[in-house]
């Protein structure tokens, strides 16, 4: 880990934007890993986590809108992230959102996530940063850091044992007094800060930072006050002692009440200590009574969660749904166009617009297969769902065997109880143009489920999307060939084929997800493989679904190699690392015109 600069707080200046005045000013950026919500409509927003809780890396960028009430701007909103390695940064991602800045927005947010839905694959420990930027210009940035002690059990804490925890009170500067008077009853007339005095002693020999978070709160479970505290630990220093300060209060007393507090020590979103403690009229010296048994810890927190939280908001749901969208390889305008969609929408809604008359539910994917189609239909029911707009956000998938009967008058019940099924989410109808097929025939049974869907839209408007999906050309033909699919598909999203290093990223994702990296000459190999598929591509191109079937057999190959020798000689290494030999079959020859050829011999037979 990179111990340089380890007070955390410098603040960046603000690089020479442009010569007119600047439109806006930065506000902040806060990072978090879980979307659950807090006191005051906040995030879980920290600046330490453990390698094993990290999915999705959130990083929420605000900044105060100058022409508020003025007028509308357009601004390219960019959020980079990067790894940093002594006094080397290494771009992880470069995320970017053109998007209108309305008048009425007074503080603008922006929020992005990146990494992976597996816990643990994607962040490792180090330190890492966020910058912001606007037009191109960085006016701000965010410095977190993830650790690593192993996995931990739950309740288990891998870093630090706390030694003690003591409370006083006293003014502003009394933490900084040498002597303390040490409490366990406090006076409601007399008390000005309440001061904990926090002892730990960490566990391992590995340096890390810690971050602690001191919430006080009364007896109604009302969050009064809170504070976090950022301490980097040393190497080396395991079983001596740490001391922290936090407090809560005013410099003059009327601040609290006479009622019983709580205070409460969270350590990586685990609740690790409470200290209850009375004001009234007396005061009493002594040591407060401190509750640390994990398991009565966890009881108290579940009892307290049910108190004050519910199930996930539609915020979070959104949020998510957005980070898993924004995560995907490629599919750049897309992003771009849902971000936007999203903006729209929230602002029909807090304009008390009437979102359905300005937004569509259903919409036209075209594009050639394994391009991600499937994926973003799913993800974008969530984002209905947490946009408001529709009930569930499920996704319901169809074909045309899924739609279809074979005799007179079935279709219809096939048919309508799939729409039905589909109620409150979306029905995707997959290669949608099939249903057309039997257009001229005597029994025209595509047609018949086309006019029912087309029917339980206008009767059913708002309460399910549908999304059709297929080949480009395929698609257009689908929807010219009917005034009603014209006149209700007026969405259109391209999914383009995937670049050559979209194919190498997707890889890599999949890689990891096996627990697996192939070596220099592997990756060397692969990546001209999918060079030279990608150079022969036609309509039938597989994109990530041909890589998935590479990756699935390089893994299987080497699963294969490995059962072939002795237990005592799989080392580590050799279990976690693809070689040549296990992607040798991808040969780079002429691909046979066949539909869905991949190039590679399977059973070692051309």
């Known amino acids: 880990m990179d111990t340089s600069n380890k007070d955390n707080t410098n603040t960046p200046k603000e690089t020479q934007g442009p010569k007119k005045p600047l439109q806006y000013k930065f506000r902040d950026i806060k990072v978090h890993s879980s979307d659950e919500w807090m ?7 920290r600046k330490v986590f453990d390698r094993y809780e990290t999915t999705y890396m959130r990083a929420e960028f605000s900044f105060f809108n100058k022409l508020f009430d003025e007028g509308d701007w357009e601004a390219s909103v960019r959020l980079k992230c990067f790894y940093i390695n002594g006094s080397n940064k290494n771009e992880l991602c470069n995320l970017e959102t053109k998007r209108t800045i309305l008048k009425d927005e007074n503080i603008v947010y922006v929020r992005q996530a990146w990494g992976n839905a597996t816990a643990g694959s994607y962040w490792f420990r180090g330190d890492y940063l966020w910058e912001g930027y606007i037009d191109d210009v960085k006016v701000g940035e965010a410095k977190f850091y993830v650790e690593d002690l ?6 288990e804490n891998l870093y630090f044992d706390i030694e003690s925890i003591k409370l006083f009170e006293g003014d502003g500067l009394a933490s900084t007094l040498p002597e303390k008077k040490y409490l366990k009853k406090f006076s409601q007339k ?3 800060f309440v001061w904990c005095e926090f002892k730990f002693k960490p566990k391992t020999t590995k340096d890390f930072f810690t971050e602690l ?3 006080f709160y009364d007896e109604a479970g009302r969050l009064k006050g809170s504070q976090s505290l950022l301490t980097y630990v040393a190497v080396n220093t395991n079983g001596q002692s740490y001391t922290l300060y936090p407090g809560w209060g005013g410099d003059t007393p009327g601040r609290w009440s006479n009622d019983n507090y709580t205070l409460e020590v969270v350590f990586m979103d685990n609740l690790i200590a409470t ?4 004001i009234g009229e007396a005061v009493e010296a002594g040591d407060v009574p401190i509750v640390t048994d994990s398991g009565q810890l966890i009881k108290q927190t579940a009892t307290h969660q049910a108190g004050i939280t519910g199930a996930k ?3 979070d749901l959104l949020h998510e749904s957005l980070a898993e969208l924004n995560a995907l390889v490629g599919l750049t305008h897309i992003k771009n166009e849902v971000n936007e969609m999203v903006q729209l929408v929230r602002f029909y809604q807090e304009s008390g617009k009437d979102v359905l008359n300005k937004f569509s539910l259903h919409t036209v994917f075209t594009g050639n297969p394994g391009t991600g189609k499937t994926t973003v239909a799913r993800i974008l029911a969530k984002i209905y769902k947490g946009l408001g707009i529709l009930e ?9 065997e899924g739609l279809v009967a074979g005799f007179i008058g079935q279709t219809a019940i096939k048919t309508g109880e799939k729409v039905t099924e589909a109620m409150g989410g979306v029905l995707f109808i997959d290669e949608a143009y099939s249903l057309a097929s039997g257009r001229g025939s005597q029994h025209d049974f595509g047609a018949e489920a086309v006019q029912i869907i087309l029917k339980r839209m206008e009767d059913m408007r708002g309460k399910f999307g549908v999304i059709v999906a297929g080949y480009t050309d395929n698609m257009h033909e689908f929807i010219q060939s009917n005034p009603g699919l014209k006149s209700r598909f007026d969405k259109y999203f391209l999914f383009d084929d995937y670049s050559v290093d979209e194919m190498n990223a997707i890889a890599t994702s999949l890689f990891t997800r096996e627990e697996a990296t192939p070596d220099a000459a592997a990756a060397a190999h692969l990546k001209n493989y999918f060079a030279f598929i990608h150079s022969s591509k036609d309509k039938h191109f597989g994109n990530a679904r041909t890589v998935r079937q590479v990756v699935g057999e390089s893994v299987k190959n080497q699963h294969l190699r490995l059962a072939a020798m002795k237990k005592e000689d799989r080392t580590p290494e050799l279990m976690s690392t693809i070689i040549m030999s296990d992607v040798a079959e991808f040969e780079i020859k002429e691909i046979k015109q066949e539909r869905n050829s991949l190039g590679f011999r399977i059973g070692g037979k051309e």
């Open 313 to 315: 908001t539609p915020d």
């Open 39 to 45: 006191a005051d409509a906040t995030k879980k927003y």
């Open 392 to 400: 569930k956000g499920h996704l319901v998938e169809v074909d045309r």
């Open 190 to 192: 007399d008390t000005r």
């Open 150 to 155: 192993g996995q931990a059990k739950e309740g």
């Open 275 to 278: 200290v209850p403690f009375p």
């Open 213 to 215: 978070f001191f919430n």
